[in-house]
């Protein structure tokens, strides 16, 4: 069996080696009670969302980065993986453990995840990520960009996607201003499966960005 095993400490505060071990069957991260059982698992078919992002950290002036992971499971736990670097100190050590960390959940268990996705738009079942419906019509979102957020269909040949360093967003070809949705890698469930589909959906339909 291949598994992945990452050493965590949290920061200054708590500099405590702390295990993450990351295989296809299951998911275990040292973040309890150390004097205890300090393990809290989550086995593969009980994963079921993540985000991830930087959190910069300022007073007057930037003085350092928290790296956060956060994966939930079907029954709303959530596991949350963090760590600090202060005035650049270990700073691409840092980003390297972060992506590498990243880059495994993928391998295990989203990657498997987004394909299941795919495989059911292609057999034309409606499914939802976070608040997204797919469907053979078109794509569902809640729309924000008025003072009252309402569900939006838009059809499939008029979705449109656009990438930042921190979010993707989701509007209308017809209607840029006021039918879209933004998406935080950081603050939002599976926007990285989100984003993977869709674009793999729009690739079929032969559907680019203008």
Known sequence: ????????????????????????NELKFESKDLRNDSFVTFKKDQILEYSYGVKWMQYKFTFGREYIISIRSNDNQVIKINFKTYFGRKKDEYHKLCNDILLSLWDFYFGDLTSNYIQKSE????????????????????????LKQKNVLIPWEKVRTKRYSTYFAIYSKDDAVNVNRG???????????LLNVLNAVLAKKNIVND
């Open 123 to 146: 057999q034309g079942e409606e499914f939802k990520i976070g608040e997204v419906i797919f469907n053979k019509d078109g794509l569902s979102i809640i729309s924000n960009s008025s």
């Open 1 to 24: 069996m291949v598994q992945k095993e990452f050493i965590i400490r949290r920061g200054i505060t708590d500099n405590y080696p702390r295990k993450l071990f990351i295989n296809e």
């Open 183 to 193: 998406y935080s890698y950081l603050n939002d469930w599976n926007t990285t499966v």
